[in-house]
């Protein structure tokens, strides 16, 4: 049974989600953003292309931007994955997500979540960015509403505060 052959060879693995130390049994072939949709309940990254063309499932694995969807989670055992729920911290949103807000820099939203988690790698590395990073930072992340120039508004407006 096909099935049976698959779970025997599930794994546990521990990580840390958001900071918090979750532990969860995974196939060898279970992506991250399956485990964290379908198995921890964190639906902010989407799954879109499945194949790492849209960005749609950025999340941030020990501290660098990743598609999810390209990531085993049996390969983030002992790692730390950060997804849009986890960004706000006191209570208070992140920079970047009260600037997307002010400037209006979504249509449908599905793009959202990875385009701000992308932003959010970069202003952590970079404070206050250039232009030309805000755009390469971007650059693995599409909308296909066309909100491209709100959105950089935002990464813009959330430079400046
Ligand atoms: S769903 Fe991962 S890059 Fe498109
Ligand atoms: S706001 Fe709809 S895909 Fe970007």
């Given at each position: 049974?096909?099935?049976?052959?698959?779970?025997?060879?599930?794994?546990?693995?521990?990580?840390?989600?958001?900071?918090?130390?979750?532990?969860?049994?995974?196939?060898?072939?279970?992506?991250?953003?399956?485990?964290?949709?379908?198995?921890?309940?964190?639906?902010?990254?989407?799954?879109?292309?499945?194949?790492?063309?849209?960005?749609?499932?950025?999340?941030?694995?020990?501290?660098?931007?990743?598609?999810?969807?390209?990531?085993?989670?049996?390969?983030?055992?002992?790692?730390?994955?950060?997804?849009?729920?986890?960004?706000?911290?006191?209570?208070?949103?992140?920079?970047?997500?009260?600037?997307?807000?002010?400037?209006?820099?979504?249509?449908?939203?599905?793009?959202?979540?990875?385009?701000?988690?992308?932003?959010?790698?970069?202003?952590?590395?970079?404070?206050?960015?250039?232009?030309a990073?805000i755009m390469r930072?971007l650059?693995?992340?599409?909308?296909?509403?066309?909100?491209?120039?709100?959105?950089?508004?935002?990464?813009?407006?959330?430079?400046?505060?």
């Open positions: 049974m096909p099935g049976a052959a698959i779970a025997s060879i599930a794994r546990m693995i521990a990580l840390r989600v958001n900071g918090e130390h979750r532990e969860l049994e995974v196939e060898p072939r279970r992506t991250l953003v399956e485990a964290l949709r379908l198995d921890l309940g964190l639906t902010g990254a989407k799954e879109a292309c499945g194949m790492g063309n849209c960005g749609a499932c950025t999340v941030h694995l020990d501290g660098e931007a990743v598609y999810a969807c390209l990531v085993l989670a049996a390969d983030c055992a002992g790692r730390s994955v950060t997804t849009i729920e986890g960004l706000a911290s006191d209570g208070r949103l992140h920079r970047l997500q009260e600037a997307f807000i002010d400037a209006d820099a979504f249509q449908c939203g599905f793009c959202t979540p990875g385009q701000i988690m992308a932003l959010a790698a970069l202003f952590q590395r970079e404070p206050k960015p250039s232009d990073q930072a650059s693995g992340n599409l909308c296909r509403c066309g909100a491209y120039q709100h959105i950089v508004q935002a990464a813009r407006l959330a430079r400046e505060r």
